[in-house]
């Protein structure tokens, strides 16, 4: 009942001048007894979220939980201020921290993908990200760079870049976010055809599900995947076929 009552007060809103208040006090809270406590705590954060931009009077309240020693918690903040948007840019260190240190993949994940969408600041932090010496950091600023909202030249440019990175994952992520974003299949066939070759099973399957997702914008594959039919690789003739049955499909009109 409790949880439900905080759901309400969260879909409430903006619309009266106590319910923003009540979810930021209840987030706030720091001494917590029971386990009933702490999930009310999270899901006041929750409702900040679901809120969304006329919580920004939480930033600071969400800035402090991102240092809190519940990862749930952690990631919870961290979803939040990405849910505020840019009246939460001030968050931006607070994320870039998170992404660089935090120790649950799924916190930094959180970050990543909340510092696309918290403004300028946010964008620049994650395409300076791109390049640094942790493989798993460039990996988390490509899928954050998928999430922004409007791209741009400098944003489009950036992952065009991360398609010649020399970690597999991060070339396949970059591209999975350049696609989303800038729609540019010439740019991510490439890539996606030497994706296809990899020992690694779950690169394989992202390269061909991504490949499939072109549709017209796959065709110059098609010429790589028929010499692909003959690999002396199995698992590389498997995915040619499958995918060159899929991309052969006509179009129902």
């Known amino acids: 009942d409790r ?18 208040p009540a979810l930021i006090e209840l987030a ?12 009310r705590r999270e899901a006041a954060v929750d409702g900040l979220a679901l809120v969304g931009t006329q919580a920004s009077p939480a930033v600071p309240t969400l ?6 020693d ?15 948007g840019p009246a939460a840019e001030i968050s931006a260190d607070a994320l870039v921290d998170l992404m ?12 990543a993908e909340s ?20 493989v798993t950091v460039r990996r988390l600023a490509a899928i954050g760079l998928g999430q922004v909202v409007r791209t741009t030249d400098s944003v489009t ?14 070339r396949l992520t970059a591209a999975e976010s350049h696609w989303k974003t800038a729609e540019d299949g010439d740019a991510v066939v490439p890539v996606l055809l030497s994706t296809v070759t990899s020992a690694d099973r779950q690169l394989r399957i992202r390269a061909y599900r991504l490949l499939i997702s072109l549709g017209p914008s796959a065709k110059p594959a098609i010429p ?5 039919t003959n690999d002396d690789r199995q698992y590389v003739r498997q995915v040619a076929r499958t995918a060159l049955r899929e991309l052969r499909l006509p179009t129902v009109t």
């Open 3 to 20: 949880l439900a009552c905080i759901e309400a007060v969260a879909r409430i809103g903006g619309n009266h001048p106590d319910a923003i």
């Open 28 to 39: 706030h809270q720091q001494t917590l007894s029971t386990d009933g406590e702490q999930e």
């Open 63 to 68: 800035i402090r939980l991102t240092r809190e």
């Open 70 to 84: 519940s990862g749930r918690l952690r990631t919870k903040a961290a979803v939040a201020l990405g849910a505020i």
């Open 100 to 111: 660089l240190f935090d120790d649950l993949p799924e916190v930094r994940q959180a970050a």
């Open 115 to 134: 510092l696309a969408t918290i403004g300028d600041s946010g964008i620049a932090a994650l395409q300076k990200l791109l390049s640094d010496e942790d």
């Open 157 to 170: 440019e950036s992952l065009r870049l991360a398609l010649d990175d020399n970690d597999p994952d991060v």
């Open 224 to 228: 790589e995947l028929e010499r692909l």
